[in-house]
């Protein structure tokens, strides 16, 4: 049996990581879980953690826009590595997992890395508005216009990682800043990134924002609370296991609001990304 460790990246959201955790632990109670923090300030963020029952550690740490998410990604892919693990899945604490990681999801991301030895990572979260994919039916999963890609979000093929000589935080012997010099190190290393048929990841709404912190008005309860996804009921998941593949897998389309009220829900009617609902 294939093994994966599921990554978890968190930074003072407690909040949204304990609705993480506890989506890891109900759809995902078989995988092996990490949680690499990035010294957040706020303690209940180990109290959670070590609720959770999931191996937690502080990452190296970092500044800027993005703190350390960079080395601890690549911490993540190094253990990962080490401890001798096929995959590496990775999520952010502002993301929730709404349907079963299961056997027949494995199954499918491991075929769709047979059919292709250039990709090396499957975008598993469900698509937004503007999505540029094309389905593929040889391949099993929808192709991006810029084929050799890379996202923070993923499963990756550590194998393929390691044959590519892959790095999350280190490019033509520079340090990388962001996910836009990891894009360019993907063109540069023919790193294919895919999205998935079968999605089984997404940000929850309207996400607590962190390093750049962005004030808006408070109508209403906007951002005064945290906004989740219900859990897809079997129904759901066969809709969407059934859907014609020219159909994406659109958050707003599969995906149902737990918690937002109407007001709410017309004030934010026009918004087309998940960050801002």
Request: charge should be positive; proline fraction near 5%; include cysteine.
């Amino acid at each position: 049996m294939d093994k994966i460790l599921l990554v978890v990246t968190s930074y003072n959201r407690p909040l949204a990581f304990e609705n993480c955790l506890k989506s890891l632990r109900k759809m995902a109670g078989h995988i092996d879980v990490l949680i690499i923090d990035d010294h957040s300030p706020k303690p209940e963020i180990a109290e959670i953690a070590a609720k959770s029952g999931y191996e937690f550690i502080l990452g190296p740490g970092g500044k800027g826009r993005h703190g350390g998410l960079y080395q601890n990604l690549q911490l993540g892919y190094e253990t990962a590595i080490a401890r001798g693990y096929d995959y590496m899945a990775t999520v952010q604490d502002d993301m929730q997992m709404v349907r079963p990681f299961d056997a027949a999801i494995l199954t499918e991301y491991a075929g769709v890395f047979a059919r292709d030895p250039d990709i090396a990572m499957i975008d598993n979260r469900f698509s937004r508005s503007g999505f540029k994919a094309t389905y593929s039916s040889e391949i099993g999963a929808y192709l991006y216009e810029n084929s050799y890609t890379y996202s923070d979000v993923g499963f990756f093929n550590l194998a393929r990682l390691q044959a590519k000589n892959w790095s999350f935080v280190q490019f033509e012997h520079q340090f990388v800043a962001g996910e836009k010099f990891l894009k360019q190190h993907a063109a540069e290393k023919k790193f294919k990134k895919v999205a998935a048929f079968t999605p089984v990841v997404m940000h929850v709404p309207l996400p607590q924002l962190i390093r750049n912190n962005i004030r808006i008005p408070r109508f209403s309860r906007l951002f005064r609370q945290l906004y989740t996804y219900d859990d897809m009921t079997p129904a759901d998941i066969a809709r969407m296991d059934n859907r014609d593949p020219s159909t994406p897998p659109n958050f707003r389309e599969f995906l149902r609001f737990s918690n937002i009220n109407a007001f709410d829900r017309w004030m934010l009617s026009g918004k087309q990304d998940s960050k801002i609902f």
